[in-house]
Structure formats: C-alpha cells, structure tokens
C-alpha cells in the first residue's frame, strides 16, 4: 500500500522559511515524478511543483518561482519543499503526491499559516 | 489553461444522477483531463484520467466523458458516500491546473 506522510508544517511569519518534508512507503519511489499540491483556506486545489524521478528536472507554479525549491533524497524515500520568502498567501494545506500526470496517491496534508 | 466548473453546488436526492462540467479555456492537449473527489478534512481521490478511464477501485457509477474544451462527470446515482466536492484537472500543459469545484450536497 502506497503511503505519504508530510511532516513539517506551522506558523510562521511573513517573510520567514520553512521546509516540508514527505516519507514515502509501499512504491519505489525513485521511479516516480512527485509533487506538491497545496489549497487554500476553504479554497480550491494549485499545483506547487513536481520533480522527475532522478531529480534534473523541476518545475513550479509562477507564484512560488523564485521562492520554493522542490527536492527529494531518493535513498531515503523522502521529497521536501523548501519555502522562503513566504506570504499571507502561501498560507494552505500542503499535500504531497504521486505524480503520473494525474495524482494518484496523496498524503494527508500539512498546515502552513503564515501570519503575524 | 483555466478550468471553469458548473454548476458551484448541485443539491440531488439519493439515486438521482448527477452531471458535472469542467470548460477549459484552449483544447485540453490529448485529452488529458482527470477528476477527483474530496470529502470534507481528507485529501482529494482521483476517479478519472484520460478524461473517461476510471481509477483503480472506482465504482462503474462514475463516468467521465468530453473532449476538446468541454468535459464532464456523471454519477448515473448518487450514493449517500458521493456527497462531496469534486474537482476537474488538465495535466496537457505546464502548470497543471484545477477547476475551483463543484459541490454535491444532499437535497
């Protein structure tokens, strides 16, 4: 069984960092693209950002370019995000996923509050 | 590509069927248009890709259909577990986008 578990979320002011990470079980791991996903407050689904398999290939959403840096430890079956710079906005629950195009498997999410 | 979803709610009884849209803004590349499901607290579950193929383990009542810029869901009927929101996502074109969601809510 497939399973994603995100750790790493909490409050934190704007303009400060933090970084997520997702343990990853039950799929080889270092074969698969894999992504962040995040929603807002009772708001709808945005694609962050995803990377291939090896690592040599990211990609982000224009609101994070810059600010965010995906990246994965493939020994360790773990992807993290790095987030700097963060705004009011970035304020959601942050999901990482599998990524086959579509997202077939899913962790249970972590809280990001950016606030003062 | 913005994905635009009708209607916002849609209220049915149990055993109606329901009929979701996702409109896209330019031609969905291949088709490649997913569907998910999320129920209140929980991640989003995929139900559809390729815009009509079903998930592994989704029930045969889920169909999706539609190519181009016009896709849709249809739940043929609308079990009490189906009460949720439903979310529309091209993965043709970087960034992959979402719809804002339909939801479906008990009459």
């Known amino acids: 069984e497939v399973q994603l578990a995100e750790s790493g979320g909490g409050l934190v002011q704007p303009g400060g960092s933090l970084r997520l990470s997702c343990a990853a079980s039950?799929?080889?791991?270092?074969?698969?693209?894999m992504s962040w996903v995040r929603q807002g407050p009772g708001t709808g689904l945005e694609w962050v950002a995803n990377?291939?398999?090896?690592?040599?290939?990211?990609y982000y959403v224009d609101s994070v370019e810059g600010r965010f840096t995906i990246s994965r430890d493939n020994a360790k079956n773990s992807l993290y995000l790095q987030m700097n710079s963060l705004r009011a906005e970035d304020t959601a629950v942050y999901y990482c996923?599998?990524?086959?195009?579509?997202?077939?498997?899913w962790g249970q999410g972590a809280l990001v509050t950016v606030s003062s | 590509i913005v994905l635009t979803q009708s209607p916002g709610t849609l209220s049915l009884s149990p055993g109606e069927r329901a009929t979701l849209s996702c409109r896209a803004s330019?031609?969905?590349?291949?088709?490649?248009l997913g569907w998910y499901q999320q129920q209140p607290g929980q991640a989003p579950r995929l139900l559809i890709y390729?815009?009509?193929s079903r998930a592994t383990g989704i029930p045969d009542r889920f169909s999706g259909s539609g190519s181009g810029t016009d896709f849709s869901l249809t739940i043929s009927r609308v079990e009490p577990e189906d009460f949720a929101v439903y979310y529309c996502?091209?993965?043709?074109?970087?960034?992959?986008?979402f719809g804002q969601g339909t939801k479906v809510e008990i009459k």
């Open positions: 996923a599998r990524d086959i195009s579509v997202f077939d498997h």
């Open positions: 039950g799929l080889t791991f270092s074969t698969y693209w």
């Open positions: 990377i291939k398999p090896d690592g040599s290939e990211k």
């Open positions: 330019q031609s969905v590349t291949s088709n490649y």
């Open positions: 390729g815009a009509s």
């Open positions: 996502q091209q993965y043709g074109n970087l960034p992959r986008t």
